[in-house]
T-cell receptor, first 115, second 111 residues
Framework: NAGVTQTPKFQVLKTGQSMTLQCAQD?????MSWYRQDPGMGLRLIHY???????DQGEVPNGYNVSRSTTEDFPLRLLSAAPSQTSVYFC??????????????FGNGTRLTVT | DAKTTQPPSMDCAEGRAANLPCNHS???????VYWYRQIHSQGPQYIIH???NNETNEMASLIITEDRKSSTLILPHATLRDTAVYYC????????????FGKGTMLLVSP
């Protein structure tokens, strides 16, 4: 009963380094999305995907890339990490079949620190 | 999506009902009300949602006023494990899964 799995749980990067945050879901959900959460800011949408091969930008996309080559996976890439990207990142998915009332399923987050 | 207003924090005694209000006075006819919660260090968890009728599930009840401008999430017998930030979100079906999270209400359940 895995649901949405995010790896790694914790990561420390130096400014300028690159990395990929992994997200996988085993519920055959069409929709997947990435959020970041900063203190006092709530969750903000970075990128989302409505299906394999389709991605779009959310509220705060700058500095992040995504791709969706399979239904199950939706990795988030930081090409050149900056201290402003220190945050907790959450991946979420939901089914598109009745998405008017389909709740989001969230992973448990990746805590990223950029020094 | 319509904007929501929630109190920043609330307290509740263990075993009592927790009633969390949400104002969404600009909600339109095709927008649903969703509630999520986030326990410290975990991902948000779906609780319940509704359009205009009251809803109940194993976790909570959702009461939506007749004019749909406000709603109340009720946790009938709060436990210490219900201490969390609760988010009220209104959202129209738009064909994709985005939700706009505000700052929510921090509910503290005390013994």
């Amino acid at each position: 009963n895995a649901g949405v799995t995010q790896t790694p749980k914790f990561q420390v990067l130096k400014t300028g380094q690159s990395m990929t945050l992994q997200c996988a879901q085993d519920m055959n959900h069409e929709y997947m999305s990435w959020y970041r959460q900063d203190p006092g800011m709530g969750l903000r949408l970075i990128h989302y995907s409505v299906g394999a091969g389709i991605t779009d930008q959310g509220e705060v996309p700058n500095g992040y890339n995504v791709s969706r080559s399979t239904t199950e996976d939706f990795p988030l890439r930081l090409l050149s990490a900056a201290p402003s990207q220190t945050s907790v990142y959450f991946c979420a998915s939901n089914t598109g079949r009745s998405s008017y009332n389909s709740p989001l399923h969230f992973g448990n987050g990746t805590r990223l620190t950029v020094t | 999506d319509a904007k929501t207003t929630q109190p920043p924090s609330m307290d509740c005694a263990e075993g009592r009902a927790a009633n969390l209000p949400c104002n969404h006075s600009t909600i339109s006819g095709n927008e649903y009300v969703y509630w999520y919660r986030q326990i410290h260090s975990q991902g948000p968890q779906y609780i319940i949602h509704g359009l205009k009728n009251n809803e109940t599930n194993e976790m909570a009840s959702l009461i939506i006023t007749e004019d749909r401008k406000s709603s109340t999430l009720i946790l009938p017998h709060a436990t210490l494990r219900d201490t969390a930030v609760y988010y009220c979100i209104v959202r129209v079906y738009s064909g994709y899964s985005t939700l706009t999270f505000g700052k929510g209400t921090m509910l503290l359940v005390s013994p």
